[in-house]
């Protein structure tokens, strides 16, 4: 969820926007009805994130979410061209 917030009341409450932004809340400031700036708050690292470093690096950019567990109902359906694995591996014992 994005807030607007003109510069003069973001400087009169900074603690608060901050704090706003802590908690995964972007703050887009304002000069005039522009956007100038967007403040985006950087999360704590998770206990997961020294074990997937690359996985944290995309989290910490803010070109992915991921709260650590595995993904649940992720399926990938592949099209169904050809013979599968498995029956390749049975013809190669004949």
Same mark, same amino acid.
């Given at each position: 969820?994005?807030?607007?917030?003109?510069?003069r009341? %973001?400087?009169?409450?900074?603690?608060?926007?901050?704090?706003?932004?802590?908690?995964?809340?972007?703050?887009?400031?304002?000069?005039?009805?522009?956007?100038?700036?967007?403040?985006?708050?950087?999360? @704590? @690292?998770?206990? !997961?994130?020294?074990?997937h470093?690359?996985? !944290?690096?995309l989290?910490?950019?803010?070109?992915?979410?991921?709260?650590? @567990?595995?993904p649940? %109902?992720?399926?990938?359906?592949?099209?169904?061209?050809?013979?599968?694995i498995? @029956?390749?591996a049975?013809?190669?014992?004949?």
């Amino acid at each position: 969820m994005t807030i607007s917030v003109g510069i003069r009341a %973001f400087k009169s409450r900074l603690s608060h926007y901050l704090a706003k932004a802590r908690r995964g809340q972007r703050i887009e400031i304002t000069s005039h009805r522009k956007v100038i700036a967007r403040v985006v708050g950087l999360p @704590e @690292e998770p206990v !997961w994130a020294k074990r997937h470093p690359g996985m !944290w690096r995309l989290v910490q950019s803010g070109q992915a979410t991921w709260n650590g @567990e595995k993904p649940k %109902f992720a399926r990938i359906k592949l099209p169904g061209r050809g013979k599968t694995i498995s @029956e390749m591996a049975l013809e190669d014992r004949d």
